[in-house]
């Protein structure tokens, strides 16, 4: 059973950031404490579950006025390519659309901008590079 929640306790918070870590900081050779920033403390966390194993994850800003912004959106290494990514960014599109935004955006690693396209977002432009070396793209999505 999939189920999409803020993580409860901290076992889960625990394996939510073992999860940001794994898979959007260790293969860039970073430190840990470098998946987690000062957002976290005002950002709403969404967690996928299959049958209680943790699958995928991601973190929903408010941006500014009617604009949110998706980040750290990350799915378990064994468990890409089955449809995961796609059900946690409907759950964080659902909830920002319920709170009144009409766009969101995100900054997309060059690798995955094929994923985002194919869920309806539109390139805007070459952003940042993260570190230094991970070339990122801005995205948006209008409601």
Same mark, same amino acid.
């Given at each position: ?12 918070? $625990?394996? !939510?950031?073992? +999860? ?7 293969? +860039? ?8 920033? $000062?957002?976290? +403390?005002?950002?709403? =966390? %969404?967690?996928l579950y299959n049958d209680n194993v943790l699958k995928a994850i991601a973190r /929903? ?10 980040? %750290?959106?990350?799915? $378990? ?28 955006? +995100? =900054?997309?690693? $060059?690798?995955?901008?094929?994923? !985002? /396209?194919?869920?309806?977002?539109? /390139?805007?432009?070459?952003? =940042?590079?993260? %570190?230094?070396?991970?070339? =990122? %793209? /801005?995205?948006?999505?209008? !409601?």
């Amino acid at each position: 059973m999939i189920e999409i929640r803020t993580p409860k306790n901290q076992t889960e918070w $625990d394996a !939510y950031y073992e +999860l940001r870590y794994k898979v959007l900081r260790e293969p +860039l050779g970073k430190e840990r404490g470098s998946e987690k920033n $000062d957002g976290d +403390l005002t950002g709403k =966390h %969404f967690a996928l579950y299959n049958d209680n194993v943790l699958k995928a994850i991601a973190r /929903l800003d408010q941006a500014e006025k009617d604009v949110s912004q998706v980040r %750290f959106v990350a799915v $378990d290494e064994n468990s890409q390519g089955k449809g995961y990514g796609r059900l946690i960014m409907e759950a964080t599109e659902e909830d920002s659309i319920k709170n009144g935004n009409s766009k969101m955006i +995100l =900054h997309a690693r $060059d690798y995955a901008v094929d994923f !985002y /396209l194919r869920m309806d977002y539109t /390139l805007v432009e070459k952003s =940042h590079k993260l %570190f230094g070396v991970l070339q =990122h %793209f /801005l995205m948006e999505k209008i !409601y």
